[in-house]
C-alpha cells in the first residue's frame, strides 16, 4: 500500500520533492497497480502482449530505461514483472488502447459522455506527462507552484476518475504544501474550468483597471435569462484585453453549471496600401470554419469535417450538453460570407446553456441592449497603468509627475495599447521627445515609428529573430528559432535577451513541456506591417516555408534542379571551388533552401581534402529546415564513418530518421554507429555507456533487418553489415539466445560470404552453440 508522509517531512520538502512523492510513489504505482490487475484479469493468457500492443517495437528501448531509472535511484523497487517498466509517460498510450478495459463504463453512461470522459483522462495524463521532465533535473532548480500544482491536480484527477479516491486524497494533501502559493489563494483552491484560451501573453500583460466594466460583465453573466454580450469600441482600447481577463476570472470561479471557457478569434484584415491583407492566421472565416474550431475545441475533432448542418446541430448540442462562456473576437471583420457565422454566435448559441462574450468594432445589429461601450482608460486606471509600464519595463517611476502622465493620455486618446508603445518608445529616449514624435503623427503611423527606432537599437542577429518569432503562427521554441536563423545557441540566447531587455519579446513559459516564446499579438501584427516587404523578411520567410513545407510547387525549382546538376559535374571535373560558388549564388536568390545547402554540404565532403567542418554546418543547416533526402544524410553518415566520429554519425542518422522514420537504411547507419560507439566505450572501460549503446544499436539494427527487402538488390551489402553488426552487438550485451537464429539467417542469406562463415564459427565456439 503507498503510504503518505508525516506532515512534519512533507513542510520541510520542495516542491520538486512533493512532486515526486505525489507522481512517482503514488500516482505511478497506483496505476500500475490498477493496469496490471485489470489487463491479467481481461486477457488471462496474453495480458503481456496486450501490455506491449501500444509501443510495438520500442518495448526494448523502454525495458532498457525502466532500468537505468532504477539505477540512479529514480525509481527504488525492485522489477517484479513487465508492468514494472511502465513509467508515468507511457500511461498515456496505455489507456488509450485499452481504455475500456482499464476504465470499465458504470451504469448506462451516455456514448457522448463516454468519449469525453476518456478525452478528459488523456489530457490530464498528457499533462502530466509534458510537465514530468523537470523531475529529472537537478534538486537546486525547484518547481513553480504552477507548474507544481497543475502536476499534481491532474495525478489527482486521474485517481479520482478512477476511484482511487484514498490515494487522491494523499495527492492532494502533498499539493496543500506546495511553496509560492499565490496569498490570495492561500485556503484551498477551488478546481477551476477546463479551458481553451490563447496564452495571455498574445492578449494582455499585467491587466490593470476597469473595475466598472468588470462588474457589467459579471451582473450580465449571472442573469440566467442573458446570454450575449458585446464589448464595443475603436482599435486599441483594450476590448481583447477586457475579455481574456473577464474570461480568466470565469475560468478560476469555476461557476456551475460552466465546464469549459473557449476562445475564438475571427479573420482580422488590416488596409494597407491600397488593398486589405490578412494580419494573423484566424480560427474561423465563416460559419463552416467556426463550426469546425468550435468541434475541434470541444474534442469532437472527427466531426469537424462532416457537413455543415451536420456540424451546427453537433455544436448546439455540445453546447446544451458542456455549457461554455465562448469568447469571440474581432467579430466584426468577418463580412459577406462570414455573415452567416456572425448569425450563428449572436442567435443561435445564446438559445443554448452556454453564453456569448463578443469584442467588435461596431455595434451589432439587434445586439443594442447587450453592449458594453470600451472607451479609453479612464484617469486613475490610466495612471495605474501607465505606472504598471514603467515598473514591468525597468523604468524609473519617479520620472513621472503628473503633468507627464496626463501628457501621455492626452497623446494616446488614453488607448492602453498606444500608451504601452508610446512608453517603450520612452525607453530609447527622453519622455518629452518620446510624447512630442508621437504627436505629430496618427496612431497607427505614431507606432511604426516607434517600432522603427526600436529597431534601429537592435543589433542585425536581435531584428532577424524578432521577425523569425512574429513569422510564426505559434509560439516558437528556442529550437525553432534557431532552425529559422541559423543562430548558435550563445548568438541566439543573447539576441534574445536584447529583444527582452526592450520587452519586444516576453520571457519564456511552458507550453506543451518546453519554453516558448510568446509575441503580442499587436506586436506580431506591427512588425508584420513595418518589415513584410524587407529582404531580411524575405529571407527568414524562405526559412520558415521550408520548414514548413510550404515551398509552392513548380516555384524556382528547376533553377534549384539546373544549380545541382552543374555543381555535380563541376565536382566530377573536380572543380569544387566552381561548384561552391556556383551554389552559394543560388542560395542568395533562394536563401535558406534546404536543397541547395544539402547538396554544398555534399561538395564540402567531396573536397580534397574534405572540408568536415562546412560540410556538418551545412548538413546540420539542411536538417533544421527539415530536408527530407534520405542521401544528403547517407552521404553526411558515410562521411562521419570515414572519420571514425561514431557519435556524430549514429546522431546523423537519426536526425534523418526523425525526418524519415520508416527509413530502414536509415536506421541500419544508426545502428552500426551505435555499436561501434559501444564498442569503444567498453575499450575505455566505460561499461554502463557501452551498454547503453548496445542497446539502441541492437533496436536499430533490429528494425532495419526487419524493414530492408532481402529482394532489392541496392540492399544486399547494408543487410550484410547489418548482420554482422547486430551478431557483435548480441555478443557484447550476452544475448546468447539470440544468436543462433540471427546465425542460421546470416549464413543463408549470405552462404559465399566468408565473413559471415568466420564470424558465425568464432560464435559458436565462444557461446558453445
Known sequence: ???????????????????????????????????????????????????????????????????????????????????????????????????????????????????????????????????????????????????????????????????????????????????????????????????????????????????????????????????????????????????????????????APFQIVIWLSAKLKRFQEGQVQNIDEPDFSNLDSALSKLLTLYGWREDASRPLETKRARCLELLNLFPALVVVDDIDSLEGAGEDAIEFFTLLLPQTKSKALLTSRRTILGTGHTVTQVTGLSKDDAEDFIKSRYQMMSLDVKELTSHSIADIVSATESSPLYMEDLIRLAAIMPLHQAINEWRTRSGDEARKYALGRELDKLSPRAREVLIAACMVKHAPSFLELQSLTGFADDLLGSSIAELQRLFLVPKPRVIDGEPRYEVNINTRALVRTVHARTDLWRRVEGAYKALSGEFPKGTGREEVQDAIRQAVLLVKSREHAKAEDLLKKALQRRPNDPTLLGFLGWVYKAWEPRRVTDAREKFERAYQLKHRNEEMYKHWVSMEFAEHEWTKAAEAAEKGLNLLPGNSSLRSFAGQARSRLGKDLAAGMHRERARDEFLKAQAHLEGALDGLSKSSPENIDLRGYSYRSLALTYEALGVRVKLPALMKDWREEFPDDPMAASECERLARKFHL
Open 1 to 255: 500500500m503507498t503510504k503518505i508522509l508525516p506532515h512534519y517531512l512533507i513542510v520541510a520538502m520542495t516542491n520538486l520533492g512533493l512532486c515526486y512523492e505525489g507522481i512517482q510513489r503514488i500516482y505511478r504505482n497506483t496505476i500500475v497497480r490498477h493496469t496490471r490487475d485489470a489487463l491479467t484479469k481481461a486477457f488471462p493468457t496474453d495480458f503481456q502482449k496486450k501490455l506491449q500492443q501500444p509501443f510495438q517495437k520500442e518495448w526494448a528501448g523502454i525495458k532498457a530505461a525502466a532500468e537505468e531509472r532504477r539505477k540512479t535511484g529514480e525509481i527504488s523497487a525492485p522489477l517484479l514483472d513487465e508492468f514494472d517498466l511502465l513509467g508515468v509517460n507511457h500511461f498515456f498510450n496505455i489507456f488509450d488502447v485499452h481504455f475500456d478495459v482499464l476504465v470499465p463504463s458504470v451504469g448506462s453512461l451516455d456514448p457522448n459522455e463516454r468519449k469525453l470522459s476518456k478525452r478528459a483522462l488523456l489530457q490530464w495524463m498528457q499533462n502530466i506527462k509534458a510537465l514530468r521532465d523537470p523531475l529529472s533535473h537537478p534538486a537546486e532548480t525547484d518547481f513553480s507552484f504552477e507548474d507544481a500544482f497543475v502536476l499534481l491536480d491532474c495525478a489527482r484527477r486521474v485517481l479520482t476518475q478512477l476511484s482511487f479516491e484514498k490515494e487522491a486524497e494523499q495527492v492532494a494533501h502533498l499539493s496543500s504544501q506546495l511553496s509560492g502559493r499565490p496569498i490570495a489563494s492561500e485556503s484551498d483552491i477551488p478546481p477551476s474550468l477546463e479551458d481553451r484560451l490563447p496564452p495571455r501573453e498574445t492578449i494582455v500583460v499585467d491587466f490593470v483597471g476597469r473595475t466598472i466594466e468588470l462588474d457589467e460583465l459579471r451582473k450580465w453573466f449571472d442573469d440566467p435569462l442573458s446570454r450575449r454580450w458585446v464589448l464595443v469600441g475603436d482599435g486599441g482600447k483594450g476590448k481583447s484585453a477586457l475579455a481574456y481577463a473577464f474570461a480568466e476570472e470565469v475560468k478560476k470561479r469555476a461557476p
